[in-house]
């Protein structure tokens, strides 16, 4: 009980550091959007249980890794478009190999070296080629779009037994309509979310990463003896392997490839990272945010469907949402630019003894 | 060559005989710089005597074309900026380069910081950190961020971050510029303490008050070259200002013939064509008042950096006062650019290339963007009125080549400097503010633009004419406003026996107000 007195005030400092507000932002959004929906939706069965969090994972464990890898590139103030047409790549690339019969350990790891390969092209494109990421991350997108369409113009079913096996893998809780599970795809989401917050909290790296969004191009960092050029290729490695990752995940969940799923998803992915509190500018983000923003995004969608509204009110939604989160990242913007010291007229030099 | 007045301290850093060239001019010629352990050495010069360029060979970023450098009595050579910290020299530079974004502890360990393993170890970061900054006797959380910290403060962890090496070099390059006193003060208590451990502090300001009051030896840069190495308490503050802008005081034949001309010059005074009252903005110019009268040429002088163009910007609205009042004929509207064109006050930039001419238009097209945003973007002005303003000027101003279709960017310097003049004249204006319209033309093009100015305000044109040369200022004007460290030090009026020398004692006289 005292350790939780003392607990509290710590984390109630720590909302309110304006480091943190976003994620207070985020935190709060999720929070209303849980209550409302408790309110609302709780008739025989209670709207928050963990049916509700099993099945928001299922369907977006893929959005989360997609998410954790944008963030790295967002927080050095960079962007990623390639990642949506990555994963319809990964998604075909793997079906295509399993229907030819590779061994199935060898076709996810080819897939996820896709999406590390085309990371890696835009990282050298937008440090050495001194190319926008917004730009190099286009080209990416339409050689992986493209690509799709070489592999296949129609969708390819997997029918692979040992593949049906890991898709269908999980671990079950809870008896009759209050069962739920835990799959692969979520454990995969998590290690992700994991590996990704112990390296942007606790490595030189990580520190590197957030320092290359000061907003100088870096050359702070580089001027502090980092290696600040192989840090801003990396991030781009770790965006590309990330959407390979979730390209193996979204096949798990489809059971197929296709060459036009993934269209829009790198937004998808990019409007959690901003609703989770990362600033587009660069310099501030945080993986657990974005993973808050990944839930808000999948709880909008669980509203809307018990709205009993279409689906594309859900983009409206998202779009108010979003809206209303780069408006209050201004607001502090503004707040701290504002208490930015402003340098003082040095005022009249008085004689000192000679 | 004064190693042998102080023979019980070895220098720790010493350059000899350094040369640089780049495309077109040699940036360094030939200069000594001796650096002692435990002592505060200031480099002085003006702006583009080399300072920077020799602080960039020393920290590795360039490498001289001659000369040779010795640290601590080897010989090095420096290839890149990690060989120079390397031998023991940190830099903190005139901006903050840190990343305002993290911690005061990551800004000053990362690199450095303890690590377990690959991961950092925060807590005992943070207490290397605490350990830094409570050498430089600072109390602060290292959790913090950077950026919740004032300027001063954020200047003293980069402090803290170059003494994370245990230097035996601190270069400290113009680090008071965006301080107030009592950071400097703070600032100046951290210097002194490292001095007093050993560590040898090249320091670069152009804030001759601090540098008399931290450093206790300087070595004086002119146009690249060495003037002379002095114990700080030898030398007089006349006799520093005097090397840095190169002129021992002579007399200037022809400033008697303009005085005379003053004297004539004054009568008529009864309304001012621009009077600042009190006007004024923290960080560029401390609140000051002018009066610019018809016909007048009023000069202004002082160092790079005392605020000459900041009060420029101020009269003509380029930066907005925050305090005081201006009058123009009468007109009191606060200033702005477009304010400023309307009621016929003209502001000519020093940074021709960049705040001045477009290079990629011609010179019929530099010219005509004055008289066309006097008029608004929708009222066109017509070709033929144009090409009879731009033969006018270009004939007027004797502008070479005398094509309207140049582009402005293959033209000399003093002839874009004369397409600059045009554009402004074409507007018809009754005050001109001239910053620094002779700086880096040819001797001819010089006096050129001397001859039109005295014509132009012998036709009733008011001019504020700032430049770093003295007996230009001098030779034009009547009245010669005198700039020191962003104050109006005092109000010249010019006359025979007003010399440079007059103007060199008021920039160096300390204010004893």
Redesign the interface.
Known sequence: MNALLTAVPQWGARLRD??YLPVTGTLVALLLILVVGQLRYTEKRSFLSMKLFSNLLVDNSYLLVLAVGMTFVIITGGIDLSVGAVVALVGLTTAKLLIAGVPLWAVLAIGVLVGSAFGTLIGVMVQYFDVQPFIASLAAMFLARGLCNVVSVESLGIKHEGFAELASWKLKFGEGRESWSINLSMLVAFAVLAVAF?ILH???FG??V??L????GG???A????RAKSTRVWVYVISGTCAGIAGILFTLYTKSGFNLTGIGMELDAIAAVVIGGALLTG??GFVLGSAAGVLVYGLLQVVIAREGLQSWWTKVLIGVVLLAFVLLQRALGTR?AR??????????????PA | MTDQKDPGQAPVVEMRGITIEFPGVKALDGVDLTIRPGEVHALMGENGAGKSTLIKILTGVYQPGAGAIRVAGEDVRFGS??DS?AAGISTV?QEV??????SVA??IM??H?V?RG???D?SATRRAATKHLARLGLDLDPAS?L??H??AVQQLCAIA?AMVVRPRVLILDEPTS????AEVAELFRVVRGLRDEGVAILFVSH?L?QVY?ISDRMTILRNGRLVGEHRTAELSRMDLVSAMVGRSGEILADVGERAARVAAAEHDRAEPVLSAQGL?R?????PFDLDLFEGEIVGMAGLLGSGRTELARLLFGADKPSEGALAVRGDTRAPSPLVSLRRGVVYSSEDRKKEGIIGDLTVRENIALAIQAGRGALRKVPAKELDAVVAKYIEALQIHPANPDALVRNLSGGNQQKVLLARWLATGPKVLILDEPTRGIDVGAKAEIQRLVTELADQGLSVLFISSELEEVLRLSERVVVLR???VAGVIHNGPDVTVETVLETIAE????
């Open positions: 304006p480091r112990v606790h490595t030189r520190r590197t957030y320092g969004g000061a907003g100088d050359t702070a960092v001027l502090m003896g980092l310099g501030g701290r208490r930015r010291p402003v340098p003082v007229t040095p005022t009249p030099q008085v004689a000192a | 900026t990690a910290q530079y380069n840190l990343c305002p974004n993290l990551e800004n990362l690199g910081e690590r690959p991961f950092v925060w961020i950026d919740s004032s300027l971050r965006s301080l107030d006193k804030f008050d009051e004024g923290p960080g560029s110019a401390a460290d962003r104050h300390r204010a004893a107000s």
